[in-house]
């Protein structure tokens, strides 16, 4: 009895070792993404990661044009004869951008770091997680930071933590401080509350600098 178990389990080894290894995907390469580029648009930044749990890459990257700029996440899928990539979600960022915007991937999570603006700036952090829906794969937002400040130190300044996935909402008063090359900014009434917790997608996003406003009265 026991010789047949080890020739049954050499037998279940040999299946096992004879199935064929997962197909590696590659991701969407540069020339894809600029062939699906209109007149006159660039990719301003890319970045490559695994967003939905798959293992295999999956591409966020910004489309810039003289007057507009767009975020678009690309996911991986697998079906039995196909394999690929799938739109989950775009929005569009502020056009006056200061320099191309941050985008990274770690632990399933997308972070996109986005400076705007001129003398008066606009620093908004956004990040996303991938949803399965009913419509297909989606990005809910989880999380959006913003600041509003001077770059010259001509005026006070806010800043808004807030997470989307909990409500916590942390916000502070960026105080000017000192006179001439000695000017910083002094963080002064730090308010912590909770906001009610809804479910906020990719396309949905609300504006960072209309989120701050709506919280701490900035102008």
């Known amino acids: 009895m026991r010789s047949m178990g080890l020739i049954a389990a050499f037998m279940l080894g040999g299946v096992a070792h004879a199935a064929p290894a997962r197909e590696p995907m590659q991701p969407i390469s540069d020339a894809i993404l600029n062939d699906w580029l209109e007149m006159g648009e660039e990719i301003e930044t890319r970045v490559d990661g695994d967003l939905n749990g798959d293992g295999d890459p999956d591409t ?117 401080t000192g006179t001439g090359e000695d000017r910083a900014y002094d963080k002064l009434y730090t308010r912590k509350f909770t906001r009610p917790v809804r479910t906020i997608y990719m396309e949905d996003t609300p504006g960072a600098e209309e989120e701050l406003v709506s919280v701490t009265k900035a102008k």
Not at 123 to 133: G, L, P, Q, V
Not at 143 to 172: C, F, K, P, Q
């Open 60 to 176: 966020a990257y910004v489309v810039a044009s003289p007057d507009a700029r767009t975020l678009h996440v690309q996911l991986s899928y697998r079906a039995e004869f196909d394999l690929g990539h799938q739109p989950a979600g775009s929005f569009k960022l502020e056009p006056d951008r200061l320099g191309p915007a941050g985008l990274s991937i770690s632990k399933g999570v997308l972070t996109i770091r986005d400076l705007t603006g001129g003398t008066t700036a606009l620093s908004a952090i956004y990040r996303y997680r991938a949803a399965t829906t009913k419509d297909g794969p989606r990005m809910r937002l989880i999380g959006l930071d913003a600041t509003v400040y001077s770059r010259t130190y001509a005026h006070d300044g806010n800043e808004m933590s807030w997470n989307v996935a909990t409500g916590d909402t942390i916000t502070t008063l960026l105080k000017i």
